[in-house]
């Protein structure tokens, strides 16, 4: 978390650019997601979906979103959790609304 | 003291916890007590899904030949159990238990209940929960036409219980009833409790009738309603969850509401925890008894600390009138070990309410140990409280199967901890559970209300009893605080420093008293502080306070009777008060008077002499039982 508030402050770029903020958050989520869908071969992509990846289903769902809730220190609005359509959606709002 | 969600009476999970859980499910000899040691930390429900694998894993190899005892336990619920079912298998390991779950698809209820040919009939399934939500029961909604509520409730008490036979005579299970959580919202507000057809009110009645019409003897019980209680509504109840994915509470609630199912089947599979065992110093009272003495002990009614070290010692009290066994495991030599259960006035445990009393200088292991072995109980029958980490760490480290509570520095905490840690979960009050607790019955006799009529019955319904004792070091503390700060009830509103106070205990010219007053309620401690001076004709009063709470009860007349029985005894003729007025005292202005003192002299400034002639005074009959301690006798004064 430490290094992400200092990253923050000098790099905050407009959305969707690939930022050093950007590449670590998708280190820290790509972690979170081997661990929860038991899978260590994963690999970062934008369009990454549920369909890619064997055990990620509509059960794993909940508990993986709370896992980034809590890592990542916010909660989501039910809003954002109907919009998400892949990962890369799923990174854009975790930039947007991490706490520092 | 963290969130009860997070479980605060175990440790957190080590950094290598989901790698030892990966080598437990990978190994081809699982070590039980690795998986013991493991289930002991407090698992979040990702980590639970990582033990729960294990436990699929290596539940044919611990099987029956293991210390845990299986139970296929099947849920129907109206809502999402998935997360509840995948925590219940690690969370089981915490209460000796192999569990392995069936979980009907949600709202499958009934087609799995009641029909003879489904697959729960064909499972052998060792009880089934019915774990439903109130928006499933139809309470969801306001209903203001009361009929129309009750007829609600009426319908949902009439489904439950066509499916709790369904569990009992169909499946041929143990039923497991599950409390409904009311929703955290209210409609009116407060009055809400008051309208029958409101979702709060409709929940709450169901719930008093699922507990008297449907429970069964030999059922179940999860109070899921009570847990969400003491985590708060709002905490438990999660309506995203809800909306997203039916949860029927937040996925933070998770492995704590499998903790309550986990420890209620292990209760049921006779896993419960039989005895507490006690550390002494900073556990049941503050200090040290070796180091700092009686005196020294921080015990009872003059600190926060010695309230929350009393209330504790009340707690355990009730544990062990429902049949948990007490012990006690403390460093000290043996007999420094007893002196606060011989001689501190404030302990409310006394030691033959302790089955084993091992204080030593051994490790703590060796002596847990030892209590089992006295006791003819396994080792994972105990539960040690202990405030010092490497003790409880030693323990831990030795003895895994023992349970040791985390617990905080603030001996305030403790009754939560052990409380909220279940080790004494209960199915049922047995007959033997109350034989084991000898002065049970007496008690509840004793406590039994009864309605009065006037103030004369009252005072004696309230079974008072007075504790006399002459000032000693004891009492002290509290003494010096009742001179320096009592108002009201206080004739001379004189202050005395603690070293004057000190030095009144062994003056032979002061008769010096403090009295404790306890009744059925409950212990009021000390309440009343007198001090005479002792002359060979007369006993003149310095000090006579006493604490408000207990007005009228008739402790002045008490007090006197002992001044003037201890002054006659020494030859005195008569005794002598004196009223000094202040802004705050005014309550006392006639006190002499209404104890039957004539009046002598009224001085300018408002203060008054007063005198009750010794030979012509009768001391009353009080509703009030007498004990006299620490060598107050009259005998003992007329030596002055």
Known sequence: ?100 | MSHLFALPWLLPTPPDFRARAKALARSSTPDETEARRLASYAMDFSDLEMLGKAVRAQVNSWGAKSGFTPFKIGIVSSHTMDYVAAALPGTGLRHGVLIDVVLADYGQAAQQLLEPASEFASRNLDGVLISLDYRALGFADLRLNAREAAETVSAAVDYVSSLADGVRNTIRATCILQTIVPPSHAIFGGLDARIPGSPRAMTERFNARLLQEVARGKDLVVDAAFLACQVGLHAWNDARGWHKAKLPASLDAVPLYADHIGRLLGAARGKARKCLVMDLDNTLWGGVIGDDGLEGLVLGQNSVVGEAHVALQRFILDLRRRGVVLAVCSKNEDATARLPFREHTEMVLEENQIAVFMANWSDKASNLREIAATLNIGIDSLVLLDDNAREREQVRQVLPEVAVPELTEDPADYITLLADAGYFEAVGLSEEDMARADFYQANSERISLQKVGNLEEYLRSLQMVATISSFDAIGRVRIVQLINKSNQFNLTTRRYSEGEVEAFENNPFKFCLRVRLADRFGDNGMISVVIFDIGSDEWSCDTWLMSCRVLGRRIEELVLATVASAASNAGAKRLVGTYIPTEKNALVAEHFAKLGFAKLSELADGASTWALDLETYRSPELPIRVVYANELSPAAVSHA
């Open chain 1, 1 to 100: 978390m430490t290094l992400i508030v200092t990253v923050l402050r000098i790099d905050a770029k407009p959305e969707g650019k690939p930022t050093m903020l950007r590449a670590v958050g998708e280190a820290r989520l790509i972690a979170i997601m081997r661990d929860t869908f038991d899978d260590d071969e994963l690999v970062y992509r934008d369009d990454l979906t549920a369909d890619d990846v064997i055990g990620w289903d509509s059960l794993s769902h909940v508990p993986f979103l709370a896992t980034v809730e809590k890592s990542f220190g916010f909660r989501f609005t039910s809003a954002e959790i109907d919009s998400l359509k892949n990962i890369g959606e799923l990174l854009d709002v975790i930039l947007r609304r991490a706490t520092i």
